[in-house]
């Protein structure tokens, strides 16, 4: 009987040392795994994302300096308000960092300003009185706008003289 025991005893032990072996595999591949996604996103963090900060540095330089600025001029339109007779004037100034608009806006003032104008009639006072009113034709303007430009683009439009009557 004591034989059997030693023999019992003998096998409990062997899978034991088996299964301390997995578990170490198992720790140190883990801690590998952990070390090598870990410098790989560190590299990833430092490397890659260096050329889109070096573009988002541009951008805010470009942002810094004006472009150029083309004047419209002032347009005084009747206001879509059935019960009162309302009157808008606005100027209107167009930003871009293209000369080449510049030229292309000055051929096509009457196309722009025929453009701007059908906007502004369909507009309301309460469409135009809130300053999401207003951030909506500064968006439409500008879509309107770069619909007619066959190169570049206008990147702002500003409101520099805005009333209602």
């Known amino acids: 009987m004591a034989e059997n025991e030693e023999i019992k005893e003998k096998e409990t032990q062997v899978p034991e040392k088996k299964k301390r072996s997995l578990l170490t595999l198992i720790i140190i591949a883990l801690v590998v795994l952990t ?13 890659m994302t260096a050329s889109r900060t070096s573009e988002a540095d541009a951008r805010v330089a470009v942002k810094d300096e004006p472009g ?3 004047p419209l001029d002032t347009f005084i339109i009747n206001l879509a308000d059935a019960e009162d007779q309302r009157y808008l004037k606005v100027v209107i100034k167009l930003e871009t960092w293209d000369p080449a608009v510049n030229e292309e806006i000055q051929k096509r003032m009457a196309q722009l ?3 701007i104008i059908t906007l502004l009639t369909t507009q309301t006072y309460q469409d135009v009185a809130t300053f999401k ?25 500003y409101f520099t003289d805005f009333v209602i009557q």
């Open 35 to 47: 070390l090598l996604g870990g410098g790989g996103f560190f590299a990833w963090k430092n490397f």
């Open 68 to 70: 150029i600025i083309i």
């Open 113 to 115: 300003r025929d453009a």
């Open 133 to 157: 009113g207003k951030t909506f034709l500064r968006a439409e303007i500008k879509k309107r706008i770069n619909q007619y430009i066959r190169k570049g683009s206008i990147q702002k439009v």
